[in-house]
Every structure is written in C-alpha cells, then in structure tokens.
C-alpha cells in the first residue's frame, strides 16, 4: 500500500463529515448538563459532531467521553498521538476496537491498555508484531474478548511463544479470534492453544490454519471435561467428512458453526460428501451453520455432494436461524429448498457459485421463511426475476443480494419496490435498465445502502429517474457503488451530488468518462445541508486528469473524506501532493492500489 494516513479527524473539519445529526442554535440557552443528558443517548460520531457546534456544546461532550463504556474507531485511520488523544477522553470504555492500520510501532497500543479492558479488537496491525500479545497478557488480566489480524511477517515460532505466554495469564477469555494475513498455513498452528487453553473460552476463530491438524488437536483436547466451546470459526485448506465429524462430536454445545475452505488444488480425494452434512444434525443446538468453499486459488467445488446431503442435513436442524451454503454445484432445487421448508425460523439464508439453484426454490414461498431478514443469492446464473416474485410475503426482509445473478432484470424491481422494509440492495451484474431504475426510484423504499456495479445497461437517465422519482431513497441513501457502468458519465454523478442528501461513501471504480468535472461537484454539492461524502473510490477513472488534484488542496474541498482510491488514475503520479494533503488531513487514507471501500493495504484478499 502505497498510501497515508495518521488518525482520526478532529475539530471542525471531524464534525462537518461524520453525522446528520442538526442541533439547533437555540439549544445552548439550555444548562450543560442537559445537554450532555441528552448526548448520552448518541454515538461517539454524534457526540463529536454536536461539540463542534458550539464552545457550550463542546463543554457538554466533554462530560460525556469518560462515561462512554464502548469506544469504536474501526472507521477511522489514526496515528499514534491522535490515538492517544482521543483514548484519554474515554477512560472508562472497556471495550475497545481500533483499525491499526497506519500505527506504526506496537507502543501506539502499549500506551492504551489497561486492566479496565474486557473486549479488545485490533484490526489490521500490518506494522505491529507478536509482542503485542505479551502487552496484553500483563495489562488486560480481565479481558474476556480478544480480536487480533496480524501480518504474519514475522517468526513463526515468535507467535507461537507469545500466544503461549498469553493465553496462560488471559484466564477470563471467553471470545478468541485470530488472523494472520498473507502466510502459508503452519503459522498459525493450532497446538500451543492445546495446554492453556482458557477454561472460559466459549469461541473461537482461527484464520488461517491447516485441517488435519486442527483435527488432531480436536482428538486431543475432547476430553477436557471443561472444554465446552459454544462458537467456532475457522478458514483453512479444505472441509472434509473428517473434520466435521471431529468438530460436531467434540464439540456438542456448538451453536454457531462457521466453515470456509480455500483449497490450492482439487481435494477430490478427501473431499466432503454426504456423510459430512449427515453428522451436522448431531449438533443438537447449532443456531448458527456456513459451510463455504472459496475460489480464491483454484476454481473447485464441493462436487461429493448431492440433494441426499442437504436432506440429511436439514432433517436435523430445523432450529437454524442462520445458512450460508457456498460452493455446492451439484445440490439442485430440491436440496435448498429441504433446508428453507424444514428451518421455520429461518432469520439469514445465504447460498453463493450454485450452478443448479433456478428459480424454483423460491415458488410458492408463502408461509416459509417468514422470518427472513437476510437473503444473499451470490453467483447464481439460473436465477430470473421470477424467482423475487413472491418477496412481497417476506414483511421482514432487511437484506437483499443477488449479486452476480446475471438474468435478473427490470420486472424484479416492480417487486423489489414494494418491501418497504428493504434497507440494503445489491443488484451487481443484473440486467437491469433506466426503466427499472425508475420503478426502484417511485417505491416508498428508505434503502441506505445501494449497488448496481456492472449493471452496464444503466445510463446517466436511470440514475436521474433513480433520484428524481417521488420516492424517498434520496433522503435515505447512504452507500451507493456505480462502478463498472459503461453509461455513467459526469451527468450521472451531478444528479448524485445534488440529489443523495445522505451519501456519505460513493464507488466509481473503472467509470471512464467521469472526469474532473464530476469530482468537482462532489465537493461544491450545491445546496447540500446532509452528510459529507467520506469514502470516494475513483480507481481506474482514467479521463481524471492530474490536475484534479488541486481540488483536494484547498481546507475547505472534501472536508468529511476519511478514504480515496485512486489507482489506476494519473492522479498516482501525484505522491508527493497527497503527501502532504495528509499531513494537513490526517484522518485521511490514499489508496493508489485496487482496495475496496475500508479494505487497504490488501486485507480484503484474506
């Protein structure tokens, strides 16, 4: 990653991009503290936005940071100092998540431990070593909740001692998860959680690590009459039969299990079959089951299984709530919909890359699944509009993805617009044209979250009818990707700047006829009273030209903007600008290599 960033914004500049919070003027005749009575009731980004309105204001959020008991800057890049600072305020939180990407020594963590912490989330320590895990073990003895993605650059071994040494003081532990990104699989080994396992430990999740050890080390801790783990999570090298029948017989109180395999070449020996997804129904208490294959280093899929697998499987889990299934291409209609038919209380269904899912799963969907909140379709080419037909039915429905089903097209959308429930949308690759835009814009929808990247039969027209419809998606919007789209040019993104009040995070990848044009309206947004955009992702809009850069020079242009890519621009000729932009900027990340929205310096890919 070739790009800067030092920390979480502050003063004006933090207040103008992070919250629609409105606070009138007239307010500060009211007592400080009730004023920070009602700031007590808001989030930390409304906090900070309500005390840059006035020196009153300002004096009521101060009271309120030291009783804040949760602290969470995961959407925020910040520097040590600044890191510092705002920690300072907040003494009292006991839970702590930090995106420690852009801290560049493991003292910017040292300095903010302390034995008030019980969850603590370290996100990307891309620059931080092993010995974090010692900090720790001497200044969290209460810990209960520890979440940590490393680099994995360092000794192997190194890790395996400090986790050691870690896990023997950490004896309140009842959530680990650990990543390590961008290493081959035995360095994340299994065995030093084998004698000091915490005997609170109630979850686990481990990425990345190897499936056979992992089953011998099952065989050996099972008898430990205290080991009762309630949630595991693991990424690793392949699902086979005898993994989860060591994973569901060793652990009987499972109530979450999450599995994801990325195989380097075609397991077809040791593969799961059928038998594997019998044994699942053994787990008596399982809420919670996913079972995915990735693609990510070889094209391959679970082809051992068959309708008889999901059969079994759902015959004995019809307490589930939540099913990812991904990866299964031989499971046709019949298989999917034993699963939906038999788990009445259904809440999340997910299934990705199935070659046989056809709209028939979903016919005559009323009185099943009335529970759903969730339902991703990923990748399933068979898929039409017919299949959204009966969404209506689904009057909880929150979540709707079917991203990569290449046939769903204008008539969904008649559908799709009357689920006022609807709060996020993901369209990618559908065949969908400004007409169906249209129909989405009318619909009485509070979407705030919106994709349609590869949609490439989508015009500047669509977009408008999108937000010049009398429904109230302009209002609501918050997160809309465009990218990909052949038709969007710079009229597109003027009728976004002046038309999506709340947008705060827009994706422009590889739009080649946005120019500096565009760019420029999104930072004069005439009009606008709502949020600030705080996410802009420009990656390979190649008619910017590098005099775009001088909009992002002046204090006043993009005063919100937390992160911006823009690889594959000439603006990467620009370096030595944006350096010092972040200097001026330091909350601000520029990402000059393909990272999606809050994905930098690759951890996306892992």
Not at 166 to 182: A, P
Not at 474 to 479: P, Q
């Amino acid at each position: 990653m070739a790009g800067t960033a030092k920390g979480h914004h502050t003063g004006e500049e933090g207040g103008a991009g992070s919250s629609e919070v409105v606070f009138e003027p007239s307010m500060d005749k009211f007592p400080v503290h009730i004023i920070s009575c009602i700031m007590e009731k808001l989030d930390l980004e409304s906090v900070c936005t309500a005390a840059c309105v006035s020196p009153t204001f300002s004096s009521a959020a101060a009271q309120v940071f030291p009783s804040l008991s949760s602290l969470d800057l995961s959407g925020h890049y910040l520097d040590e100092e600044t890191l510092k600072q705002v920690v300072r305020r907040v003494q009292g939180a006991n839970s702590l998540t930090i995106d420690c990407l852009q801290l560049k020594n493991d003292t910017s963590i040292f300095n903010i431990l302390g034995e008030h912490i019980e969850d603590l989330s370290l996100l990307k320590c891309s620059s931080l070593s092993y010995h974090i895990l010692s900090a720790i073990r001497e200044r969290c003895p209460n810990l209960r909740s520890l979440l940590i993605e490393f680099a994995g650059c360092e000794d192997p071994q190194l890790f395996k001692n400090k986790l050691t040494e870690m896990l023997q003081k950490l004896t309140l532990l009842e959530v680990l998860s650990i990543k390590i990104r961008v290493t081959y699989f035995d360095v994340f080994d299994v065995r030093p959680l084998e004698l000091f396992l915490p005997k609170s430990l109630k979850k686990l999740k481990l990425q990345q690590t190897e499936g056979r050890t992992f089953v011998h080390w099952l065989d050996k801790i099972r008898d430990i009459p205290w080991f009762n783990l309630q949630s595991l999570s693991l990424v690793l090298d392949v699902i086979s039969d005898s993994l989860l029948m060591t994973v569901v017989y060793s652990l009987p109180l499972l109530v979450e299990l999450d599995l994801e395999d990325r195989p380097f070449m075609d397991p077809t020996a040791l593969d799961l079959t059928n038998i594997g997804m019998q044994c699942v129904q053994s787990c008596k208490h399982l809420i919670t089951l996913a079972i995915v294959r990735s693609s990510m280093y070889c094209p391959t899929a679970f082809t051992r299984v068959d309708n008889m697998g999901m059969f079994l499987l759902s015959e004995g889990c019809g307490r589930l709530e939540s099913v990812k299934l991904g990866g299964f291409a031989n499971v046709t209609d019949a298989g999917f919909s034993s699963i939906l038919y038999s788990c009445r209380k259904l809440k999340k269904f997910e299934v990705s890359n199935s070659r046989l899912l056809s709209d028939l799963v979903f016919h005559n969907m009323r009185g099943v699944a009335r529970s759903l909140i969730e339902l991703r379709l990923l990748s399933c080419r068979l898929l039409t509009s017919e299949a959204l037909e009966e969404l209506s039915s689904l009057s909880k429905l929150e979540v709707l993805d079917t991203s990569g089903c290449r046939s769903i097209a204008d008539p969904c959308l008649f559908v799709i617009s009357s689920v006022t429930t609807l709060t996020k949308l993901n369209l990618a690759e559908a065949d969908i044209t400004d007409k169906g835009l249209a129909l989405l814009g009318m619909g009485n929808l509070g979407i705030t979250q919106l994709c349609i990247r590869g949609c490439k039969r989508v015009t500047d027209k669509g977009i408008e009818r999108l937000f010049r419809a009398e429904g109230k998606i302009g209002k609501t919007l918050s997160l809309l990707d465009v990218s990909r789209m052949p038709g969007i040019t710079d009229a597109a993104i003027f009728t976004i700047a002046s038309a999506a009040k709340a947008l705060t995070d827009l994706s422009l990848r590889y739009c080649f006829h946005v120019t500096d044009a565009a760019v420029k309206m999104l930072v004069d947004r005439p009009n606008h009273k709502g949020s600030l955009v705080q996410k802009l992702d420009l990656f390979e809009c190649r008619s910017l030209s590098g005099d775009s850069i001088m909009l992002l020079m002046h204090k006043s242009s993009f005063r919100g903007l937390r992160w911006l890519g823009v690889g594959g621009t000439l603006l990467v000729d620009k370096r030595d600008n944006f350096s010092t932009i972040c200097n001026v900027r330091p909350w601000l990340v520029v990402c000059f290599d393909g990272c999606e929205f809050g994905c930098h310096d690759g951890w996306q890919f892992h």
